[in-house]
C-alpha cells in the first residue's frame, strides 16, 4: 500500500497548498495569526503523507490530534465558538475517518464535537446569551460534523475492502503464477529426463556388446601371456578392472532408462525415512549427526516404500557429503491440507544459484567423481508419486530440499483405493 499512499500524496499536496493560499487570501479573517494557522494546517496535511511513521497506528493518531490542535488555535484565535473557520473542523474528522475503523472514527468525532462545544466555556454569560437560533445552528454544526465523519469512514472502509480483495487476488495470482512456474519446470524436466533416458537406452545397449568383446580379450590376454611379460600382464588386468566399471556405468544408465514401475501401498512414511537413514549410517562418508522431528499429524498414506527410500537415501547422501565432519543433519516432516511435506536440511556449503535451475537434470553433477543421475532419479521418482520436489540454498550456509507427496487416494499412483 506504501506506493498509493505515495501516489496520493504527490497529487495532493498541491491541492492542500492551493487551498491554504485561498483560505489564507479570501478567508474572513486576515491576522498574522489566522494566516499563520491555516498555512500550518495545509503544509502539515502534506508533510502527513511523506514519512512512514505517520502510517502506523501511532502516527494517525498523533496526525489527527495535530491537525484536531491546529483548527481549535485557529477557531480560539478567529471568536471561539462563533469562528468563521468552524468549517475547519471537518479536517481532523475526516483525517480519523479514513484512518481509523468506525468505533474509532466516532470516538474522534465526539472528540472534535466536544472541543467545538468547549469553547462555550469561554463566554462570559453575564454578558452575553445565545439565542434559540443559534443553539438550534450549534446543534445543526455538530450534527453536520457527526454525518461527515461517518460517511466518510463508509466510503473509506468500502475502498479499504475492495483493496483487501484487490491484495487477495493479485496473492491468488502470484501463487498461481509460482504453481505454474514449477509445472512448466517439472514439464521441461520429465521431457529431458525422457529423451535423455532413450538416447542412454540406447547408447548402453550398443556398448554392451564390445565391453564383453573387451573384457574377454583382456582375460584371454592374461591367461596366455608369458610370466616374463609382467607388464603386458598387468595391463591386461587394467584393462578388465576398466571394462568392469564401465559395465557398472552402464548398468546404472540402463536403470536410470527403465521406466518406473510404481507399486503404491499403504504405509508410514516414517517408517520409511528411518530406513534409508540407517543405510545412511552404515555407509556416511563423514561423522554427521541425523536429527528427526516427525510430526504426529501424518497419517499413513499411499507411496512406493523401496522407492521412496531410495529418494531420501539419495538426499541424505547428498546432505552428508556436503557437510563438514561433526556437523549435523536434520530431517523434518509435516502435513498440510492432503500433502506431506518431507523436508532435508544439511548445514553444509550450499548451492550456487547459477546451478540451481540444472542440478536434476541427468548427468549434471559438481563432484569429481560423481555421475550426476542421483538427483535426477529422485526428481523421477517423485514425479512418478504425483508429488514434486524443490530446492532452497544459501552459498555458505547449507540446503534445504522439499519433496511433497499428495496423500489422497484419488492423487496417488497406482496401488490400493
Request: net charge neutral.
Amino acid at each position: 500500500m506504501g506506493w498509493r499512499q505515495s501516489i496520493q500524496g504527490s497529487t495532493i499536496a498541491p491541492a492542500w497548498l492551493l487551498f491554504s493560499v485561498l483560505m489564507a487570501v479570501l478567508g474572513p479573517n486576515h491576522t498574522p495569526v489566522a494566516i499563520s494557522l491555516l498555512l500550518a494546517i495545509g503544509i502539515f496535511q502534506i508533510v502527513a503523507t511523506r514519512p512512514p511513521s505517520f502510517r502506523s497506528t501511532r502516527g494517525q493518531l498523533a496526525s489527527f490530534a495535530i491537525t484536531l490542535v491546529l483548527c481549535f488555535l485557529l477557531m480560539y484565535y478567529t471568536g471561539g465558538i462563533g469562528s468563521r473557520y468552524y468549517l475547519m473542523l471537518f479536517v481532523p474528522v475526516t483525517t480519523a475517518a479514513l484512518a481509523f475503523s468506525l468505533l474509532g472514527t466516532l470516538a474522534a468525532t465526539g472528540v472534535v464535537c466536544g472541543g467545538f462545544l468547549s469553547f462555550l466555556a469561554f463566554i462570559n454569560w453575564e454578558h452575553q446569551i445565545i439565542e434559540a437560533e443559534e443553539k438550534r445552528e450549534l446543534v445543526f454544526r455538530v450534527l453536520i460534523l457527526a454525518f461527515l465523519g461517518y460517511l466518510t469512514n463508509q466510503l473509506a472502509e468500502g475502498r479499504r475492502k475492495e483493496a483487501r480483495k484487490a491484495q487477495a487476488v493479485a496473492d491468488q495470482l502470484a501463487d498461481a503464477n509460482l504453481h505454474l512456474m514449477e509445472a512448466e519446470a517439472a514439464v521441461r524436466r520429465t521431457e529431458r529426463l525422457a529423451a535423455i533416458g532413450q538416447l542412454s537406452a540406447g547408447l548402453a545397449h550398443e556398448l554392451r556388446n564390445p565391453l564383453g568383446t573387451i573384457k574377454a580379450s583382456a582375460e584371454m590376454l592374461t591367461r596366455n601371456v608369458a610370466s616374463e611379460g609382467a607388464i603386458a600382464k598387468e595391463m591386461a588386468e587394467f584393462i578388465s578392472t576398466e571394462v568392469d566399471r564401465t559395465n557398472t556405468l552402464v548398468t546404472r544408465f540402463l536403470d536410470f532408462a527403465r521406466p518406473l514401475a510404481v507399486r503404491a501401498q499403504r504405509g508410514d512414511i516414517t517408517r520409511t525415512i528411518d530406513r534409508a537413514v540407517e543405510e545412511l549410517e552404515r555407509h556416511k562418508p563423514s561423522a554427521v549427526s541425523v536429527y528427526r522431528n516427525y510430526s504426529p499429524d501424518v497419517a499413513p498414506f499411499l507411496f512406493d516404500a523401496d522407492l521412496m527410500e531410495r529418494v531420501f537415501y539419495n538426499l541424505l547422501l547428498n546432505a552428508a557429503q556436503a557437510s563438514p565432519p561433526q556437523s549435523s543433519i536434520t530431517i523434518k516432516t509435516r502435513q498440510q491440507d492432503d500433502t506431506v511435506e518431507i523436508a532435508i536440511i544439511d548445514r553444509g556449503a550450499g548451492i550456487d544459484p547459477m546451478h540451481l535451475e540444472s542440478i536434476f537434470n541427468p548427468f549434471f553433477t559438481t563432484k569429481s567423481q560423481g555421475v550426476g543421475l542421483g538427483l535426477a532419479v529422485v526428481s523421477r521418482i517423485v514425479d512418478e508419486h504425483g508429488g514434486r520436489i524443490a530446492v532452497e540454498s544459501e552459498p555458505g550456509s547449507g540446503s534445504i530440499f522439499r519433496v511433497f507427496l499428495p496423500v489422497s487416494a484419488s492423487r496417488a499412483p497406482g496401488g490400493e483405493r
